[in-house]
């Protein structure tokens, strides 16, 4: 097989995964487009996206400070908390 179906087989194995954790198909291939489809930091990212929507902020700004911040949860929250 091709290094570009590996790759492709790969993606859809890590997306599959971060499904069966509960996150929305949108916001699986968003992230991992966002990070360069590695699984690793979309996951951390849609973990904190989730803990920070729980909490009450707005998904585009929570978005905006994770990339900011890149996925640093206290650096992300003090900006959200100052926003």
């Known amino acids: 097989p091709s290094c570009l179906l590996l790759q492709f087989l ?4 890590a997306c599959d995964r971060l499904l069966k954790q509960g996150y ?7 992230a991992m487009e966002m990070f360069q489809y ?10 904190l996206l989730s803990q920070f929507n729980d909490m009450g ?6 978005k905006e400070v994770l990339l900011l911040c890149g996925n640093q949860r206290e650096k992300a929250l003090e900006e959200l908390v100052m926003k």
Request: net charge negative; charged share 35%; no cysteine.
């Open 24 to 30: 929305e198909e949108g916001q699986v291939e968003e």
């Open 10 to 13: 790969s993606y859809l194995s």
């Open 38 to 47: 590695s699984e690793k930091k979309a996951a951390e990212f849609l973990h």
């Open 57 to 62: 902020f707005q998904q585009n700004e929570i």
